[in-house]
């Protein structure tokens, strides 16, 4: 009788091994890429919103204050619209990456979130940073004439897109951190439709 010993193959990771752990690697780099994201985000909102621009409009004369700030919120835009598609195809990877779980109600609202920040950041440099800086060109003042009021309701609207997507931010950073756990034994029969590899030896070969 040939007696039947481990190999070096029978201690080797399965195909569908391999697999998960491909996927948790493209997980955790997706979480990463998210979360710098949304914390590069959140930091350039914060700096020029609530730290440089009150200080600017109160310390420089106009028009040279508002021209200062537009032309720095339009710079910040090319980092926001940078962050927006960094933080959706960090959740394109995610969604192929955690298979059925990404189906999970957190996971959705990370996703929706990511989404609806990425609409504001769109909208924000494509048509409010660009109006307003148009305005400013023209010698408008804000809440003098017509123009002025429509540039004061397009600050007013970047303002509240700003803000929101401060606190969406950090809501979605904390979503990447909180939506990315340990596998649980369930998870392997969710996430694959292979069957679970035989035991090794001739243990193995007694149950095919």
């Known amino acids: 009788m040939t007696e039947e010993r481990f190999s070096e193959s029978d201690l080797a990771p399965s195909p569908a091994d391999r697999r998960r752990a ?3 690697l493209v997980d955790r780099i997706g979480a ?3 979360a ?5 985000w959140i930091g350039g909102l914060v700096a020029l919103g609530a730290c440089a621009a009150p200080f600017v409009f109160e310390l420089t004369p106009a028009p040279f204050s508002g021209q200062a700030m537009g032309a720095a919120f339009a710079r910040f835009d090319h980092i ?3 962050c927006a598609v960094a933080a959706l195809a960090a959740e394109v990877a995610r969604t192929w990456a955690t298979g059925p779980r990404s189906r999970r109600p957190a996971a959705r609202v990370r996703r929706l979130i990511g989404i609806v920040m990425a609409l504001g950041a769109t909208y924000v440099a494509l048509v409010a940073t660009p109006t307003i800086n148009e305005l400013h060109r023209a010698g408008v003042r ?3 004439g017509a123009e002025g009021l429509r540039m004061e309701a397009l600050h007013k609207q970047a303002e509240a897109v700003g803000k929101a997507e ?7 950073l904390g ?3 909180l939506t990315l756990s340990t596998r649980r034994p369930e998870d392997d029969d969710e996430d694959d439709d292979v069957a679970a590899p035989l035991p090794p030896g001739p243990f193995g070969a007694m149950n095919k």
Do not use: D, K, P
């Open 36 to 40: 710098l994201a949304a914390g590069l």
């Open 80 to 82: 926001s619209l940078g």
């Open 175 to 177: 979503l990447h951190v």
């Open 32 to 34: 990463t890429v998210g």
């Open 142 to 144: 804000r809440n003098e």
């Open 22 to 24: 491909q996927r948790a």
């Open 166 to 172: 401060v606190f969406l931010g950090i809501a979605l």
